[in-house]
């Protein structure tokens, strides 16, 4: 018989308020972290930010507008060596270049020439040597034309040069060293350089070979056995030759200029291609500029 008032155990568990806020705390921090997450993974570019090598890397042109006063002068970001502008080059918006902003030359007297520093910061024995840019040429003009030339002008006795040559078809990477010359029938690519397009290029030597790169991909291999570049006389032209003669000018773009102590490998020209500045931190002691200034995005 049960009774109307009678008083049954019943039990009963009861979650404590602390323990429910502990569990709903640590799930919105996860969720927040989680969101966080891809909202930072989808924010990458489709080809993941890649940083040029830096082994052997003792000069670097970016052209970033804040490393070049157009007027002026434009500044290697790793030793401040300063290319003097002469002409009236534009200083280009990053949306007509390759990596940041970049330099236009009008062919015509447009160039930048360096002459080095006391003591030389890239006046140096080449044992080995690697010149590399990126460029855009607008027009072709029936003239030998050197995109970038480490040289001895006006003797012309040591070059180092990325160049064409419209009037015979042909472009590549000429050297001149210990008497000894590139043979231009021979060793370079036997056609016009291509136009309005942008171009990877990348010439090494190692004191008996030199190898010629356009778009990563390696279009000459041959011997010059002139062994290594001579120590003094070596400057810098880049649109021009060394001496600025107007002769040798080129018409268009120019931008991420490097020059290597070394010879790239294969593997490291095609890294390079895909590059968008160097990939170190802000409080690397060998670079003269901040991370801002060397980290770009590309187009």
Same mark, same amino acid.
């Given at each position: 018989?049960?009774?109307? #008032?009678?008083?049954?155990?019943? #039990?009963?568990?009861?979650? #404590?308020?602390?323990?429910?806020?502990?569990?709903?705390?640590?799930?919105?921090?996860?969720?927040?972290?989680?969101?966080?997450?891809?909202?930072?993974?989808?924010?990458?570019?489709?080809?993941?930010?890649?940083?040029?090598?830096?082994?052997?890397?003792?000069?670097?042109?970016?052209? @970033?507008? @804040?490393?070049?006063?157009?007027?002026?002068?434009?500044?290697?970001?790793?030793?401040?060596?300063?290319?003097?502008?002469?002409?009236?080059?534009?200083?280009?918006?990053?949306? *007509?270049?390759?990596?940041? /902003?970049?330099?236009?030359?009008?062919? !015509?007297?447009?160039?930048?020439?360096? /002459?080095?520093?006391?003591?030389?910061?890239? *006046? $140096?024995?080449?044992?080995?040597?690697?010149?590399?840019?990126?460029?855009?040429?607008?027009?072709?003009? *029936?003239?030998?034309? $050197?995109?970038?030339?480490?040289?001895?002008?006006? !003797?012309?006795?040591? &070059?180092?040069?990325?160049?064409?040559?419209?009037?015979?078809?042909?472009?590549? =990477? =000429?050297?001149?060293?210990?008497?000894?010359?590139? &043979?231009?029938?021979? @060793?370079?690519?036997?056609?016009?350089?291509?136009?309005? /397009?942008?171009?990877?290029?990348?010439?090494?030597?190692?004191?008996?070979?030199?190898?010629? %790169?356009? #778009?990563?991909?390696? /279009?000459?291999?041959?011997?010059?056995?002139?062994?290594?570049?001579?120590?003094?006389?070596?400057?810098?032209?880049?649109?021009?030759?060394?001496?600025?003669?107007?002769?040798?000018?080129?018409?268009? %773009?120019? @931008?991420? =200029? $490097?020059?290597?102590?070394?010879?790239?490998?294969?593997?490291?020209?095609?890294?390079?291609?895909?590059?968008?500045?160097?990939?170190? !931190?802000?409080?690397?002691?060998?670079?003269?500029?901040?991370?801002?200034?060397?980290?770009?995005? $590309?187009?």
């Amino acid at each position: 018989m049960r009774l109307k #008032n009678s008083v049954y155990p019943q #039990n009963r568990q009861f979650v #404590n308020p602390s323990q429910l806020y502990r569990v709903f705390a640590n799930a919105k921090r996860a969720f927040v972290l989680l969101l966080l997450a891809c909202l930072l993974w989808n924010a990458q570019p489709a080809d993941a930010i890649t940083g040029a090598v830096e082994d052997g890397l003792i000069a670097y042109w970016s052209f @970033d507008k @804040d490393t070049v006063k157009i007027k002026t002068e434009a500044v290697d970001i790793l030793s401040g060596l300063a290319a003097a502008v002469h002409g009236d080059p534009e200083l280009a918006p990053a949306g *007509d270049c390759k990596v940041g /902003e970049c330099v236009l030359f009008d062919g !015509s007297v447009d160039r930048l020439l360096v /002459e080095d520093s006391t003591p030389p910061k890239i *006046d $140096r024995d080449w044992e080995e040597i690697t010149l590399e840019c990126w460029v855009y040429i607008n027009a072709l003009d *029936d003239s030998w034309n $050197r995109i970038i030339s480490l040289d001895d002008m006006p !003797s012309n006795t040591a &070059v180092a040069s990325l160049y064409y040559d419209d009037d015979d078809n042909q472009h590549g =990477f =000429f050297v001149r060293a210990g008497g000894k010359s590139t &043979v231009a029938a021979q @060793d370079n690519v036997l056609e016009d350089i291509p136009l309005e /397009e942008w171009l990877h290029l990348v010439g090494t030597y190692d004191g008996a070979m030199v190898h010629y %790169y356009v #778009n990563g991909k390696q /279009e000459k291999k041959y011997a010059m056995k002139g062994g290594k570049l001579p120590k003094g006389g070596l400057l810098l032209g880049i649109g021009d030759r060394s001496d600025g003669c107007d002769c040798d000018t080129i018409q268009g %773009y120019i @931008d991420e =200029f $490097r020059i290597y102590d070394r010879v790239l490998s294969a593997a490291e020209v095609q890294n390079n291609m895909k590059a968008t500045g160097l990939d170190v !931190s802000p409080s690397s002691s060998k670079l003269s500029v901040t991370w801002g200034h060397i980290k770009a995005r $590309r187009r």
